[in-house]
């Protein structure tokens, strides 16, 4: 299928390195942030989320940091594998709407 | 259990037909979702529905976009008189609810407008 991204910014890292991709948002009163993971030819793919009362959710291999006072969202991966390349967007919903307004993605790239 | 459904998976029209895309969403989720991703970007909200009735459809780029979704369960995303423009994958999505529920999305349909 169709790639996704190829003007995106990209990250390339050795597998069983960890990984940190970050994002800009825009909208202070944005309440909701998601992290997708998009494959080629396939549709955005949840990962982690957090809410704007929190500064740090951990999930499986993967962190959310979220700090308000700089608009800044990150994604840690630890021990990047091979499947988790990917083109990885982050997304944040405002006032509890149920609209996402998507950032632009940063292209992961994982040497074997 | 399946996921949210697109069908076609490719669509090739000519400059000024009309398209059809289909969306087969969770069984038992009330909001759908269509959003539009151009190469390069991040996916683009189009409208949203709950239950049968468009919530908002601000994301609409013009009159020629219309989507329905009549039993509130399968929707169908209408584009008219088909400009090269809308050459883009189209997504949806769907989710229990509205705000803060996570959205599950689909492969998408592949637009080509020649």
């Known amino acids: 299928g169709e790639s996704v991204g190829l003007h995106l910014p990209t990250l390339s890292v050795q597998e069983g390195d960890n990984s940190i991709i970050n994002c800009a948002y825009s909208?202070?009163?944005?309440?909701?942030f998601i992290w997708y993971k998009q494959e080629s030819g396939k549709g955005p793919q949840f990962i982690i989320d957090i809410r704007s009362n929190m500064d740090k959710r951990q999930g499986q291999r993967v962190t959310v940091l979220l700090n308000k006072t700089v608009k800044h969202l990150s994604l840690q991966i630890a021990a990047t594998q091979p499947g988790d390349s990917a083109v990885y967007f982050c997304a944040e919903n405002a006032d509890s709407s149920y609209k996402l307004i998507f950032g632009s993605g940063t292209r992961l790239l994982v040497r074997p | 259990g399946a996921g949210v459904s697109q069908t076609p998976s490719n669509k090739v029209t000519e400059k000024g037909k009309y398209v059809e895309l289909r969306c087969d969403p969770i069984s038992g989720h009330t909001a759908l979702y269509w959003y539009r991703q151009s190469l390069g970007q991040g996916p683009e909200f189009l409208i949203y529905f709950q239950g049968t009735g468009a919530a908002d459809d601000s994301g609409l780029p013009n009159d020629r976009f219309f989507a329905v979704r009549p039993e509130g369960s399968v929707s169908t995303l209408k584009i008219q008189r088909t400009e090269r423009g809308d050459s883009a994958v189209y997504l949806c999505?769907?989710?229990?609810?509205?705000?803060?529920?996570?959205?599950?999305f689909g492969p998408g349909t592949r637009l080509t407008v020649t």
């Open positions: 999505a769907s989710s229990f609810g509205g705000a803060s529920y996570e959205q599950y």
């Open positions: 909208n202070s009163a944005s309440d909701y």
